[in-house]
């Protein structure tokens, strides 16, 4: 977005969302709206499943782009498949258990980040163009 130049609207970025129906339910409202996003991120699964409830339930499918932060067990049946960031759990769970394990035996080294990479899995539904690049 910072090399489109693009700003972020706060109106559209809902945190708050830890279940399916509610994700459902703001995403539904968004839909309806008179101006409605042509492309949603949702970061992780329940939020992503209510967002595709909504998306569905209107017959938007192939109109509103949809991409998840983590993937979705049958994401690629879908249609169209959606597309995920893909994150490695079990790298993730070995770091983080190395990084305690160390701690547990007396380890006081500065606190340190680790980066895992994920993987983008392209599948189709996070490739909808926008209404005016149609």
């Known amino acids: 977005m910072r090399e489109a ?16 129906p509610a994700a459902e ?26 967002a595709l409830r909504a998306i569905r ?6 109109r509103v ?9 049958m994401a690629d049946l879908l249609e169209p498949a ?6 490695n759990p079990e790298r993730i769970a070995r770091e983080a258990a190395t990084m305690l394990f160390r701690r547990l035996d007396g380890d006081t080294s500065p606190v340190r980040r680790v980066v895992v990479e994920s993987q983008l899995v392209i599948r189709g539904s996070g490739e909808i163009p926008a209404p005016g690049d149609r």
Do not use: E, K
């Open 5 to 20: 130049d693009l700003t972020v609207d706060p109106g559209l970025v809902h945190l708050d969302l830890r279940t399916a």
């Open 25 to 50: 339910q703001v995403v539904g409202h968004l839909l309806d709206s008179a101006d409605p996003p042509t492309a949603i991120f949702a970061g992780q699964n329940l939020v992503l499943m209510g």
């Open 57 to 62: 339930s209107r017959h938007l499918q192939h």
């Open 65 to 73: 782009a949809i991409v998840g932060f983590d993937d979705l067990i």
């Open 82 to 87: 959606v597309t995920v960031v893909a994150q």
